[in-house]
């Protein structure tokens, strides 16, 4: 039987990946470049790195760093005011709850996990979270997810990755930890044919893990 199951954040606990997309769209599009969903797929949920990757006429430094700053904050007011809960994940945690022990390993900014679980009433669930900077490297590399597993001092066998972009399900299986993917309507072109399991739904999570 698992003990542990290991959360992402964004895109599988909160709907949240398509504001950071249209932020970056924003902020791209007022110097005249298109970003579309398939390239930032590819660029930011696949390769993780920064959207600028994807243009080469961004050389200047000073004019990315500005960028990334304005597409944070405007990111940042979205997580505020947009719809973000997803159907049935809090009844799922809640259930998840009372039989096993829960964190949540995401990529996101502090200040952006925060402010996006003010709202989602989800964070009594869960033991304790790791955002950005609580690890050496991020996703793909497995140290989010055994960081998390170090904490509660269990063993890889003894726990479940969710996950739902491909990098994180990368990121799970380098781990050595069973991962089931959830692909959402803006991962769902990614590979997911290293994940052992792959759901169409949340609600198939918890008869899932029950028969680890």
């Given at each position: 039987?698992?003990?542990?199951?290991?959360?992402?954040?964004?895109?599988?606990?909160?709907?949240?990946?398509?504001?950071?997309?249209?932020?970056?769209?924003?902020?791209?599009?007022?110097?005249?470049l298109?970003?579309?969903?398939?390239?930032?797929?590819?660029?930011?949920?696949?390769?993780?790195?920064?959207?600028?990757?994807?243009?080469?006429?961004?050389?200047?430094?000073r004019?990315?760093?500005?960028?990334?700053?304005?597409?944070?904050?405007?990111?940042?007011?979205?997580?505020?005011?947009?719809?973000?809960?997803?159907?049935?994940?809090?009844?799922?945690?809640?259930?998840?709850?009372?039989?096993?022990?829960?964190?949540?390993?995401?990529?996101?900014?502090?200040?952006?996990?925060?402010?996006?679980?003010?709202?989602?009433?989800?964070?009594?669930?869960?033991?304790?979270?790791?955002?950005?900077?609580?690890?050496?490297?991020?996703?793909p590399?497995?140290?989010?997810?055994?960081?998390?597993?170090?904490?509660?001092?269990?063993?890889?066998?003894?726990?479940?990755?969710?996950?739902?972009?491909?990098?994180?399900?990368?990121?799970?299986?380098?781990?050595?930890?069973?991962?089931?993917?959830?692909?959402?309507?803006?991962?769902?072109?990614?590979?997911?044919?290293?994940?052992?399991?792959?759901?169409?739904?949340?609600?198939?999570?918890?008869?899932?893990?029950?028969?680890?």
């Open positions: 039987m698992k003990k542990f199951i290991l959360f992402d954040s964004d895109g599988v606990l909160v709907d949240t990946e398509q504001y950071y997309l249209r932020a970056s769209q924003d902020v791209l599009s007022e110097i005249g298109h970003l579309t969903t398939d390239l930032f797929r590819e660029i930011s949920l696949i390769r993780g790195t920064g959207v600028w990757d994807a243009f080469p006429e961004l050389t200047d430094e004019q990315i760093e500005e960028l990334r700053n304005r597409r944070n904050r405007l990111f940042n007011e979205y997580l505020k005011s947009e719809p973000i809960i997803i159907p049935h994940v809090k009844e799922v945690v809640e259930e998840l709850s009372r039989k096993y022990r829960m964190a949540i390993v995401t990529s996101a900014l502090r200040e952006d996990f925060l402010t996006v679980h003010a709202r989602s009433e989800l964070l009594p669930y869960f033991e304790f979270y790791l955002t950005n900077g609580d690890y050496p490297r991020s996703k590399f497995p140290d989010p997810w055994l960081t998390a597993l170090d904490r509660f001092k269990g063993k890889c066998s003894d726990a479940v990755v969710i996950e739902d972009s491909q990098r994180g399900i990368t990121a799970g299986v380098a781990a050595g930890i069973t991962t089931i993917a959830i692909p959402t309507l803006l991962t769902i072109g990614s590979d997911f044919t290293n994940a052992n399991f792959t759901l169409s739904s949340i609600l198939e999570l918890p008869n899932l893990i029950e028969s680890l």
